[in-house]
């Protein structure tokens, strides 16, 4: 009958939701296990599962990070202007812990990056992270942090990024692990390790080729050439392109607005469920950047690069 058939279809939807709901449980779970240290046998406990309260942090020459709550909405600021917000240990270190917060704070639902100063980032400051980088030490030993470009799972709540003015190398790769990118339209784009002996360590050689295409990342990546804003929107690697910097900071607040009115759960599952299609393949990737780097760091093609840099040279390579 009619009837019975409707009843019987509704019951299939209901095991359906059901199944699904339970498999979304499991690997929620799953993932929150993995990201506080906790292994499949070992099982849940309640106190690797921390709820934390975000604060602001103003700010000073002391702050290299600094937090600002809007709501439901949280603005993480690079905070080093004197340097064009070069980023150094301290710093990765600091964005790494807000990240941490942002994700384990249930009252934020999205976050901003954003640069203060002239520039959003010119990147990694070589000479800051030369000593760590030629050593054997790991970058992050803290327990409550995310790394701010993963290799494995990184933030489960979205993160919108906004840059103007200089956006160079980890600074481009910290705008490239964002859900959503808005940049000011005097944005200079680059990622030119390769001109100064060096490659692009943070993902990059994964995410800009995802984002833009394998001939658009390349063009730039083994060239060292930098590029527009419009070249960056039209890469796809940019949604919106703003007038001036404050407009850009003022798109990406309404964008956090906007996500932070949705519901919460379903923005979560939706990430849970987009990266699953796309992490795994790049995991291995991503793995071996770290070693790679260190390597490059103890080259000769690497002191060539700081010393013709300082003399205000040209380079010359021997590939060694």
């Known amino acids: 009958m009619p009837g019975n058939g409707l009843l019987i279809g509704r019951r299939n939807l209901l095991k359906a939701a059901a199944v699904a709901a339970a498999g979304f449980s499991t690997w929620s779970g799953l993932a929150t296990r993995v990201q506080s240290g906790e292994t499949e046998s070992s099982g849940p406990s309640r106190s690797a599962i921390k709820e934390v309260k975000m604060v602001d942090v103003a700010p000073s ?17 690079i905070n080093r202007p004197n340097i064009q917000n070069r980023i150094d240990p301290e710093t990765y270190l600091g964005l790494a812990k807000a990240y941490y917060q942002y994700e384990h704070d249930s009252s934020l639902r999205a976050a901003v990056l954003f640069g203060h100063g002239d520039n959003f980032s010119r990147g990694i400051d070589v000479d800051a992270f030369q000593a760590l980088a030629t050593s054997e030490q790991p970058l992050l030993t803290d327990a409550e942090i995310i790394d701010p470009l993963p290799k494995a799972k990184g933030l489960s709540k979205p993160l919108v990024v906004v840059v103007h003015g200089d956006t160079w190398n980890m600074g481009h790769e910290l705008h490239l692990v964002a859900d959503i990118r808005i940049a000011a339209a005097d944005t200079r784009f680059g990622q030119d390790e390769n001109t100064h002996g060096r490659f692009p360590g943070g993902g990059a050689t994964v995410r800009f ?4 295409g394998w001939a658009n990342a390349m063009r730039f990546m083994l060239t ?9 929107f039209r890469m796809g690697v940019v949604q919106k392109i703003a007038p001036t910097a404050e407009q850009a900071l003022e798109a990406g607040i309404e964008m956090a607005t906007k996500i932070a009115a949705c519901g919460p759960l379903g923005i979560k599952a939706t990430l849970a469920s987009a990266h699953q299609a796309v992490d795994l393949s790049e995991a291995e990737a991503l793995s071996k950047l770290e070693t790679q780097y260190r390597a490059l760091y103890k080259s000769e093609d690497f002191k060539e690069g700081r010393k013709a840099e300082a003399e205000g040279r040209p380079p010359i390579y021997q590939g060694r």
Do not use: C, F, P
Not at 61 to 77: A, E, M, P, Y
């Open 61 to 77: 020459v002391t702050s290299k990070v600094t937090v600002k709550r809007r709501g439901q909405i949280v603005l993480i600021g």
């Open 209 to 212: 080729v995802r984002e833009a």
């Open 224 to 232: 060292g050439d930098h590029w527009s804003a419009e070249e960056a």
